[in-house]
């Protein structure tokens, strides 16, 4: 019970909370029990609970989705969370284990860290992948203080930072622990060797602050700015929507907002044209000056009611270009059905007259809610869920800067969410967590959103149904946002992207390439003395 409820405690450390101590706490701890344990499988025993408590509790929000259809799935309620705790635990498990591999002491600690990452990044290949709540993302703090210290992300990645996060709180943490634990027989550490610990972690944390201060304030956007994308925020509730009601409604509200939107965007384009000097203010359609920059809006996940009337009603889509007159285009999330009559959860790209210019198919399909593994006997997912897409994909619309679409938790997989071989401007997140209420869901959902853009040098703007709607610049900078549960609508002039970052150009190679070189010089003095010891 002790390992579980240290699991469950390192969970405060994830977003909204971020109560980053706990983890030296409960790291330290758990460090401990791995530098006395006699056998693997204590170990592997003594992670599977820390997993489980960790998973259980940063996924507790997972079980607000089956109380949307309680009457139907009331049995399933235990589930979600549980579940997904049970199938994770073995990547902490796992890593535990083979910590015992390394010596106790401070190159089991570091082995441990780079195992623990390397497990973690394998969670992008379990079902359709998940990986919510990598440790990496508690640094991601609301306000200036997490604009610093995300900015390594940019050049590690979130994996890169979770590796970071478990290094420091596995080793400080386990020597502050082993300085005042009351049996002095089990101590692994001299005092020198805490000294070195706790004066190396407090060195690597200034220098971390540093580079990310450095980045923040000199990292500038080129080229071009952005669109003027137009956020709606809906807040249509969940129930609301499966039950089909009030669709008219629904359509109209989401009109309205477009066009009040639509509305602002015009007078930052007339703000911004008065303020050039007259030579700058005969642009055109390329972006090139300050009077005319592209307005862009952007409805939610599966926002338009009726299923798949917008792509089988040209009405339905002329209708929303009148309102949002004159929108250079329109990103609507919405379901749709291809040649082969399979669902699919796409975005629609609509040009000024209605007509759908491009389509997205949404790829990382959500496990149990888009498609159900096949192991699982029962009928979950209405007739057997979606279709995936192709991927990462560019779309280049008319007049518009090329923009990488991401449909809702598409954006929780560090680096995969741009095609490297055609790099977009900006990204559009378009989602729906009005599944998850107002809980730790969205809150960790948008701070992966702001990740992703200090990862890419990318602007990012996100609509969401219910909130939270934000939009973010290349460095994870919030430039505006829409709180949980409101009617809302966010015009906002995005900036121009950064230069691709070192983690823009190589991607997951960088974190794994840290992870194998913690592991190495953490087992590898243990194992070349045991080899001359075996040799001699």
Known sequence: MRLLALGATSALALPPLHVLPVLLLTFGLLGRYLNTA?????????????????????????????????AEFWWFVPFPSMGCALILAPTVAVPAMLSLAVRPGLGRMVFFAAAWTLADMSR????????WNALGSCLAIPGLMGDILIQPAAWVGEDGMTLAVVLLAGLCGTVLVDRWWPDVSTRHYSSPQRLAVLSGGALFCLIWIGAGTARFYTATPQGEPGP?????????????KMGRQNPREIF?????????????????????????PPER?????????????????????????????????????????????PADAGLIGALRVDQQDRYRNSILALAPDGAVEAVYDKARLVPFGEYQPPFIPLQIVPQGGMAPGPGPQTLHLADIPAVGPLICYEVIFSGEVVRRDDRPRWLANVTNDGWFGNSAGPRQHLASVRLRAVEEGL???????????AAYDGRGHRLAWAGWGRSAVLAVPLPAPLAPSLFGRYGQGIPLALSLFAALLGGLPYWLGALRRKTA
């Open 38 to 70: 006699t056998s693997w499988r204590r170990a592997a025993w003594a992670g599977a609970l820390f997993g489980f408590g960790f998973y259980a509790t940063g996924l507790y929000w997972l079980v607000n989705a089956v109380m949307v259809r309680a």
């Open 459 to 469: 602007p990012v703007a996100r609509a969401a149904n219910t909130g939270i709607s």
């Open 124 to 131: 992008t290949f379990l079902f359709s992948g998940f990986t």
């Open 228 to 240: 003027i994308a137009v956020i709606v925020q809906g807040n249509v509730p969940e129930t609301e």
């Open 252 to 276: 109209e509200r989401y009109l309205r907002l477009t066009a009040q939107g639509v509305r602002e965007a015009q007078q930052i384009q007339n703000t911004q044209a008065t303020s050039q």
């Open 281 to 325: 203010q005969a642009g055109g359609p390329d972006g090139s000056t300050g009077r005319y920059r592209p307005i862009v809006f952007l409805w939610p996940e599966t926002s338009f009611p009726g299923y798949t009337l917008l792509q089988d009603s040209p009405r339905a889509r002329q209708i929303i270009m009148q309102w949002a007159n």
